[in-house]
């Protein structure tokens, strides 16, 4: 596994007791994420004092973290099973929620990156009453949680259910203008389709192209990194209006077979003629762990494998919980109250740096190797100022 080693200098000029002084801020940064940070106080007439010698990311094994844990890096991307919140972008305006709503009041992208989904459901909608805002609310808010977690590998399917579908062209101008480039999104070479195909996490995350965007309107030879869901992944029925009604037939496509897997796993409430709607009332029965488990066991037992497990009401139940177990880690949940990682930029130089209040993601600490790398930064700081 290689990942680029990065050192980052800031300066800053302040003064003390009317003595000017020079700040040099070193980071040391392996595949994006600050592993070392040291200070370095240079007082006129060039008196050294080191001010803090100190692991302000004490992440020995930074470089082979992929989405919180070391063991998942070298897992496919298609060996992983991935938590994902429906239609991530309806969130309820009351509470309790309105008819179109499958997220509570308050729950944000961000609340729900927080709890623990790193797959998104977000698209256009033809209906007036689905009709949460713009699509570019929704993916700069993602742009951000993805810019400040580097290695995180995240998945956005992106439904095109509106009347006319929205075309590939609108969709990439959507976020280009959110401020996503290309190269964050991972190009599935062409006929690459079974599960084998698919690269490792660390792959993706050393690569920097760790985001896969699905979609079912595609123009693969002008946009090769917007790929098709309807090519690449199948999935269960999604209109279940009771607990018996959760099993694991392929619903879409009809026939054959493809290398990801989607488990729809929520409940609705038919309105006779009008549809039907999400069901709140048995949210916490549906996205109990029981529950989960059951349909998910009904794919097990016919051979299939679960790769995404989309649910309603993401902040009730235990579906991150389950997804991780089967996953083999334990996931770190924040309370929703904000942001996991909070980020600074540098004023001079612009370098993004996560604080050590990364609550997602399990702490490895190897002080014999903070240590060294410390000592060798110190030593190369004294050296250059």
């Not at 994006?32 to 106080?41: A, E, K, L, Q, S």
């Not at 496509?253 to 897997?261: C, D, I, V, Y």
Request: proline share 5%.
């Amino acid at each position: 596994m290689s990942y680029p080693f990065q050192l980052a200098i800031r300066n800053s000029v302040g003064f003390q007791f009317g003595v000017p002084l020079i700040e040099r801020t070193f980071y040391c940064k392996v595949a994006g994420r600050v592993c070392v940070t040291f200070i370095i106080i240079i007082k006129s007439p060039m008196k050294l004092s080191l001010l803090a010698v100190f692991g302000l990311c004490v992440l020995s094994r930074a470089q082979s973290l992929c989405n919180g844990f070391s063991s998942l890096c070298d897992k496919k991307y298609s060996e992983v099973m991935w938590s994902c919140t429906h239609n991530s972008y309806s969130i309820s305006t009351i509470n309790p929620p309105g008819v179109a709503a499958n997220q509570l009041q308050g729950y944000s992208l961000t609340k729900q990156w927080n709890s623990g989904y790193r797959c998104f459901n977000v698209g256009f909608r033809s209906c007036d009453i689905f009709n949460v805002g713009p699509l570019n609310s929704s993916l700069t808010e993602l742009k951000l949680l993805i810019d400040a977690n580097p290695t995180d590998v995240v998945t956005i399917y992106f439904e095109n259910s509106g009347s006319p579908t929205v075309s590939t062209a609108r969709l990439a101008a959507a976020l280009i203008a959110a401020g996503f480039k290309s190269s964050y999104f991972w190009a599935q070479p062409a006929g690459s389709t079974t599960s084998d195909s698919w690269p490792t996490l660390s792959t993706m995350i050393s690569s920097s192209s760790r985001v896969v965007l699905l979609t079912t309107t595609t123009d693969l030879t002008t946009y090769p990194w917007i790929l098709s869901y309807n090519d690449l992944s199948a999935e269960s029925y999604y209109t279940v209006t009771s607990a018996s009604g959760f099993n694991c037939s392929q619903f879409r496509p009809a026939s054959g077979t493809r290398g990801l897997f989607v488990l729809n796993h929520f409940r609705s409430v038919s309105l006779l003629a009008f549809g039907t709607m999400p069901d709140y009332s048995d949210s916490s029965t549906t996205n109990s762990a029981s529950s989960i488990n059951a349909h998910i066991s009904s794919c097990t037992s016919v051979g299939t494998k679960v790769n995404f497990l989309f649910v309603d009401w993401g902040n009730i139940g235990d579906a991150v919980l389950v997804v991780a177990t089967a996953n083999g880690v334990t996931p770190v949940i924040s309370n929703n109250t904000g942001p996991v990682i909070t980020s600074v930029s540098s004023p001079t130089s612009g370098i993004k740096i996560p604080f050590l209040s990364d609550a997602k993601q399990p702490q490895s600490y190897n002080w014999l190797i903070v240590t060294v790398i410390t000592t060798v930064g110190v030593l190369f700081a004294a050296v250059i100022v």
